[in-house]
């Protein structure tokens, strides 16, 4: 009995320790074979000078091709050692100085890349590191904008704050970018839009873009996101195309239509010269004084020119060049006809930027009839200041200087009608002699055979123009009758009469 009692004896004592140990493993765990920390005490050498408290709410979620750089903050989680996780705010150099690893440098990785090189210098401490890399808040985006835009250079371009279901943030788009440039110039090409971009640490990839798409049609993909060190280039047109221009005017990426744009005009119009050019209300002021300027509609060429007070009669309007420098130093050479804009195609009268030269050439020779019609159109002045002086019934030019204010596309037989036509006992008919004022500051005198009943032409009805002065001379009888008056001596007056027969 006493030896078969022993065994149980004995056994009760280990039970109860095996059930002790058993109790203690349940409520105290070792640490777990993947995160046991093979050297749990981290150097004293090794600081945390760069961590950040994490904020409220969700990481952001950053396109899947999002490198880090200097100014993210990102949170740090190795799993299961919460000593070494943590928010921290990347330096300039990209380098974060982490616990017991010390310096890493994750400048142009990706989240998941920054985490594969975070576990790659752990797993030398631990078995197995699990580490996750999230982005808190990103950096602003720098990008650079060259090209054919209004002020190119580097821009900070800021993030907005995401709303409703998504958290995030919204990154800008090149047109965000072209927008704090102050939009593109006319002179670009917006099919062969460059972004070009480095991925990471690798090289750069130039992708190309066509804008006129994203209006045309609302291709969105053309309006793509922007990273960090993106450059975006406008090259300049080869071809010109009219109509996209006036289509493209009131794009989000296009300058504002009441920027004051500076234009030179020469060649046939009343005024050469330089004048500001604003678009924008639909009703303007065109001023005089100091050059000038413009407010109605869009800043077109023919508002340009009716600042400089219309064309002249001997205007070609088939022939307006537009001279545009571009940002590379080329030069844009435009012809516009503006007969077929008084035709209907309105994209003749195309936009004008800052620094344009318009040059409305000399036509080799008038047509009547369409001399009329340009007459009256918007480009060519309102009316034009002529002296019609002599023996007329109400003739101009007196000691006051006065004028007749006349259309501008008045005839020689107008303008004496318009003075109450000859004075029947007095004028010559015959003739009258015309007074030019040239733009080159010479004047001419030209003696034209009047035939009231002949239209316009150049010989017998020629079209009048600025500051031209007609004078109607007195008829042989009247120079008679003014010399017997002026002359009491009969000898004399029989010398005078025959002195003005021989002249």
């Given at each position: 009995?006493?030896?078969?009692?022993?065994?149980?004896?004995?056994?009760?004592?280990?039970?109860?320790?095996?059930?002790?140990?058993?109790?203690?493993?349940?409520?105290?765990?070792?640490?777990?074979?993947?995160?046991?920390?093979l050297?749990?005490?981290?150097?004293?050498?090794?600081?945390?000078?760069?961590?950040?408290?994490?904020?409220?709410?969700?990481?952001?979620?950053?396109?899947?091709?999002?490198?880090?750089?200097?100014?993210d903050?990102?949170q740090?989680?190795?799993?299961?050692v919460?000593?070494?996780?943590g928010?921290y705010?990347?330096?300039?150099?990209?380098?974060?100085?982490?616990?017991?690893?010390?310096?890493?440098s994750?400048?142009?990785?990706?989240?998941?890349?920054?985490?594969?090189?975070?576990a790659?210098?752990?797993s030398?401490?631990?078995?197995?590191p699990?580490?996750t890399?999230?982005?808190?808040?990103?950096?602003?985006?720098?990008?650079?904008v060259?090209?054919?835009?209004?002020?190119?250079?580097?821009?900070?371009?800021?993030?907005?704050?995401?709303?409703?279901?998504?958290?995030?943030?919204?990154?800008?788009?090149?047109?965000?970018?072209?927008t704090?440039?102050?939009?593109?110039?006319?002179?670009?090409?917006?099919?062969q839009?460059?972004?070009?971009?480095?991925?990471?640490?690798?090289?750069?990839?130039?992708?190309?873009?066509?804008?006129?798409?994203?209006?045309?049609?609302?291709?969105?993909?053309?309006?793509?996101?922007?990273?960090?060190?993106?450059?975006?280039y406008?090259?300049?047109?080869?071809?010109v195309?009219?109509?996209?221009i006036?289509?493209?005017?009131?794009?989000?990426?296009?300058?504002?239509?009441?920027?004051?744009?500076?234009?030179?005009?020469?060649?046939?119009?009343?005024?050469?010269?330089?004048y500001?050019?604003?678009?924008?209300?639909?009703?303007?002021?065109?001023?005089?004084?100091?050059?000038?300027s413009?407010?109605?509609?869009?800043?077109?060429?023919?508002?340009?020119?009716?600042?400089?007070?219309g064309?002249t009669?001997?205007?070609?309007?088939?022939?307006?060049?537009?001279?545009?420098?571009?940002?590379?130093?080329?030069e844009?050479?435009?012809?516009?006809?503006?007969?077929?804009?008084?035709?209907?195609?309105t994209?003749?009268?195309?936009?004008?930027?800052?620094?344009?030269?318009?040059?409305?050439?000399?036509?080799?020779?008038?047509?009547?009839?369409?001399?009329?019609?340009?007459?009256?159109?918007?480009?060519s002045?309102?009316?034009?200041?002529?002296?019609?002086?002599?023996?007329?019934?109400?003739?101009?030019?007196?000691?006051?200087?006065?004028?007749?204010?006349l259309?501008?596309?008045?005839?020689?037989?107008?303008a004496?009608?318009?003075?109450?036509?000859?004075?029947?006992?007095?004028?010559?008919?015959?003739?009258?002699?015309?007074?030019?004022?040239?733009?080159?500051?010479?004047i001419?005198?030209?003696?034209?055979?009047?035939?009231?009943?002949?239209g316009i032409?150049?010989?017998?009805?020629?079209?009048?123009?600025?500051?031209?002065?007609?004078?109607?001379?007195?008829?042989?009888?009247?120079?008679?009758?003014?010399t017997?008056?002026?002359?009491?001596n009969?000898?004399?007056?029989?010398?005078?009469?025959?002195?003005?027969?021989?002249n």
């Open positions: 009995m006493g030896s078969k009692g022993l065994p149980f004896a004995v056994s009760q004592p280990v039970v109860a320790l095996f059930t002790i140990l058993a109790t203690i493993a349940v409520a105290c765990p070792l640490p777990s074979k993947a995160q046991a920390p050297n749990p005490t981290p150097p004293a050498s090794n600081p945390k000078p760069n961590v950040v408290q994490p904020p409220a709410g969700q990481p952001v979620q950053p396109p899947l091709d999002y490198t880090l750089g200097g100014g903050r990102i740090i989680n190795v799993f299961e919460p000593e070494y996780s928010a705010q990347i330096p300039p150099g990209g380098a974060l100085y982490l616990p017991l690893i010390g310096g890493v994750v400048l142009g990785l990706t989240q998941e890349q920054a985490a594969e090189e975070i790659a210098r752990y030398r401490y631990l078995r197995r699990l580490v890399v999230s982005l808190i808040s990103p950096r602003p985006i720098n990008v650079v060259a090209g054919e835009v209004n002020r190119p250079g580097s821009y900070t371009v800021g993030l907005q704050g995401g709303a409703g279901d998504n958290p995030g943030v919204q990154y800008p788009t090149i047109v965000g970018a072209l704090l440039a102050e939009g593109t110039t006319l002179a670009a090409d917006l099919r839009v460059q972004l070009r971009r480095r991925n990471g640490l690798g090289p750069e990839v130039v992708t190309n873009l066509d804008l006129t798409q994203l209006v045309q049609t609302g291709n969105l993909p053309q309006d793509i996101t922007l990273r960090d060190g993106d450059t975006i406008i090259p300049p047109a080869t071809e195309n009219l109509a996209e006036r289509q493209f005017a009131t794009a989000s990426f296009a300058p504002a239509t009441n920027r004051p744009r500076t234009v030179t005009i020469v060649g046939e119009v009343t005024r050469p010269g330089t500001v050019v604003v678009g924008g209300s639909a009703t303007g002021i065109a001023t005089e004084q100091g050059g000038g413009a407010g109605a509609g869009l800043p077109t060429v023919s508002r340009a020119i009716q600042l400089a007070g064309v009669s001997l205007a070609d309007v088939r022939n307006v060049q537009l001279r545009r420098q571009t940002k590379s130093g080329t844009q050479n435009l012809t516009l006809n503006f007969w077929q804009l008084l035709t209907g195609d994209n003749q009268d195309t936009l004008v930027q800052d620094g344009d030269t318009v040059v409305v050439a000399t036509a080799p020779e008038q047509n009547a009839a369409e001399a009329t019609t340009v007459a009256t159109a918007n480009f002045p309102a009316t034009i200041r002529v002296s019609v002086i002599g023996e007329l019934k109400r003739p101009t030019g007196g000691s006051g200087g006065e004028t007749l204010q259309p501008a596309n008045t005839s020689l037989n107008q004496i009608l318009a003075a109450g036509g000859f004075n029947d006992s007095r004028a010559r008919r015959s003739t009258i002699d015309l007074i030019r004022l040239n733009p080159n500051g010479s001419t005198k030209r003696q034209v055979r009047v035939n009231l009943s002949q032409n150049e010989e017998t009805n020629p079209i009048l123009r600025n500051n031209d002065v007609v004078v109607v001379n007195r008829s042989s009888l009247a120079k008679i009758g003014d017997i008056g002026a002359v009491g009969p000898i004399l007056n029989i010398f005078s009469i025959f002195r003005l027969f021989s």
